[in-house]
């Protein structure tokens, strides 16, 4: 009997833990390839003025693992919605931060509430991806921010990321990417390659490409929003990255999505 209630009071002990650490308790699963119905309360104005936002926390099932894309799309407050996802790990730690309709980051600090939702689809959807390991749990914590309440469908779907930037050989012509996870690499061999190199990306992260002369090299030549060309020789190795690796976008225009281009024509 005394082990009886030693277990009870540890598993009360448990539950207790994880409430705290996700701020609501589990009110569900969500299971990959269906959805779910999440009624959110409205946010209410806290301690000191704070905004105390109505949430709600589900456990995501990915079963054998492998890229997932979660999605809130809004159906009573839809393009005035003000949400956010907060993704964590089985050991309750933010793996990604949803902030605008276009990205995601990876803490909570870099989600503003006050960002006006930019839309890229047809849906009033906030989302973020990630990569799910084999027996793996997680958890996504949905808060609206708004002050009326608000029903949302949530989704849980496999991704297929984009293909390139596996450090396949890139010699001519263009290629598109997309930085899609949280501190993703593409990276490209391009030892054969010569001519010059440019850098075209539209969106909110600070993306960057890296032109390494190998492995040695610590100051790579660095392609950016203002220095989007430059020769590509002696340069053996290239990287696109974020360049905080803190932001990670979508394979969409004006997300994640940028085109490198190898050509003969010099930079200006």
């Known amino acids: 009997m005394r082990k009886v209630l030693w277990l009870l009071t540890l598993a009360l002990a448990l539950g207790g833990c994880k409430e705290l650490q996700l701020g609501a308790p589990v009110s569900g699963d969500l299971q990959a390839g269906q959805s779910v119905e999440a009624p959110l309360p409205p946010a209410e104005e806290g301690a000191g003025g704070t905004l105390r936002p109505g949430m709600k926390v589900y456990r995501l099932l990915t079963n054998g693992g492998g890229a997932f894309q979660v999605a ?9 919605a003000r949400l956010r996802l907060t993704l964590y790990d089985e050991n309750y730690v933010v793996q990604g931060v949803s902030v605008a309709r276009n990205y995601f980051a990876l803490g909570p600090e870099l989600a503003p ?6 839309g890229l ?24 921010f708004a002050p009326s309440e608000d029903q949302v ?3 849980l779907d496999p991704l297929t990321p984009n293909p390139a930037g596996r450090e396949e050989a890139f010699t001519s012509g263009m290629v598109t990417g997309a930085i899609e996870f949280l501190g993703e690499f593409d990276r490209y061999d391009v030892r ?15 993306l960057v490409a890296l032109l390494y002369t190998g492995p040695a090299d610590l100051t790579p030549l660095t392609l950016d929003a203002v220095v989007s060309c430059a020769p590509v020789s002696p340069a053996v ?20 999505r940028y085109t490198l281009e190898l050509s003969s024509t010099p930079c200006p």
């Open 192 to 206: 054969a390659a010569t001519g010059y190199l440019r850098l075209s990306y539209s969106g909110p992260l600070d």
């Open 121 to 144: 689809t047809t849906d009033p959807g906030f989302r973020l991806n990630f990569k799910a390991p084999a027996g793996r749990a997680y958890y996504l914590k949905v808060e609206n």
């Open 72 to 80: 809130a799309v809004s159906t009573t407050l839809q393009g005035r």
């Open 153 to 155: 469908t949530l989704y």
């Open 237 to 256: 190795l290239l990287v696109v990255r974020d360049r905080g690796l803190a932001r990670a976008g979508f394979d969409e225009e004006g997300s994640g």
């Open 113 to 118: 509430l006050g960002l006006a939702p930019q």
